[in-house]
């Protein structure tokens, strides 16, 4: 989520640079934000909350939820630009965590990047990537570590998503800039 987030202000500033306006990208049309809001406030609460009856069927039952809550966020507003690769970059998550039951995560990745939690103290929703891990690939094997993170290419192609997404919106607001002329006019 933080490298949505980081993707999307830089994104935001490259399309001010380029004659955009913040004004146009705050008043982007999203239908049905109460999808967004109730998936991402869904995991928030399992990344902050482990009561324990909360065992990991159910755990894993209310991730799948809330990311298919988001989905339908996605669904609806499929026509906004960039919403294609969050489909495809949140599809690529939710398969991994599926057949694994939690997100893989590389020890070794997490130890390039620099990240402080240990793989397997990384709450209900991650898991350490072993040799039983199933699509090892879309797990989270990229470090970053500048941010002491560790990504998985579904959150790129996210981000990539968001990106488009704040770019084409802050670019919405530029004014229309006068055709050249042609040498015969």
């Known amino acids: 989520m933080e490298v949505a987030l980081i993707v999307a202000i830089a994104a935001a500033l490259v ?13 982007t ?7 967004l809001l109730a998936g991402l406030v869904l995991q928030l609460g399992l990344n902050l909350w482990e009561p324990e009856w909360l065992t990991n069927d159910l755990a894993l039952a209310l991730l799948l939820s809330s990311n298919a809550i988001v989905a339908s966020f ?4 499929q026509k906004l630009p960039g919403m294609l690769l969050i489909a495809v970059g949140l599809a690529l998550n939710v398969a991994v965590i599926t057949a694994n039951r939690a997100m893989p ?3 070794q990745a997490a130890e390039q990047s620099g990240a402080t939690t240990v793989v397997g103290d990384a709450g209900i929703k991650h898991e350490a990537l072993d040799e039983d ?39 919405s607001g530029r004014p229309n800039r006068p055709a050249s002329r ?3 006019g």
């Open 133 to 171: 891990t199933v699509l090892p690939w879309l797990g989270d094997v990229i470090p970053v570590p500048g941010l002491r993170l560790v990504l998985s290419v579904g959150d790129l192609i996210l981000a990539a998503g968001m990106s488009k997404l704040v770019y084409v919106r802050t670019l």
């Open 15 to 27: 399309g001010l640079r380029n004659g955009g306006s913040l004004h146009a990208l705050a008043y």
């Open 105 to 107: 995560v590389s020890a």
């Open 182 to 184: 042609t040498a015969s």
């Open 74 to 77: 996605i669904a609806v507003n």
């Open 29 to 35: 049309h999203f239908r049905a934000p109460l999808l």
